[in-house]
């Protein structure tokens, strides 16, 4: 029985002491020109192989992310994918704002 107290009592210590070693990263992603909510972004941990899309608020939240230094990369269609590194834990929300692409379409010559 006493086997059984202690066993359980590590086990409960264990995964307090793993939870608190994991955070939640809450992104925002905006774009830069008229800093609105992105809906639909991709935010991708690489390490971790894990990606999230952005909510209509542009807004993805992660969980149990260990602590650590991590390199995420962050696109959407029409916009400049960004590749940045970031610190977990972190306290608030982050925030990146996106650029549009100049999209330049070459010219169409009608013929008769």
């Known amino acids: 029985m006493r086997t059984y ?5 590590l ?4 995964g307090v002491s793993s939870y608190a070693q ?4 809450r992104i925002k992603v905006v774009s830069t020109s008229d800093k609105e909510p992105l809906f639909g972004a991709t935010v991708y941990f690489v390490a971790l192989e894990k990606g999230e899309v952005t909510n209509m608020d542009g807004i993805v939240n992660f969980f149990n992310i260990p602590e650590g ?6 696109s959407y ?5 960004i590749k940045t590194t970031i610190q ?8 990146f704002s996106l ?4 999209n330049e ?8």
């Open 5 to 9: 107290i202690t066993s359980f009592m």
């Open 69 to 74: 230094t991590y390199s995420i990369i962050i």
């Open 22 to 25: 994991s955070s939640e990263v």
């Open 88 to 95: 977990t834990p972190v306290k608030e929300a982050l925030i």
């Open 105 to 112: 379409l070459e010219a169409i010559v009608l013929q008769s």
């Open 11 to 14: 086990g409960i210590l264990l």
């Open 99 to 102: 650029e549009p692409k100049e």
């Open 77 to 81: 269609l029409g916009y400049h994918t």
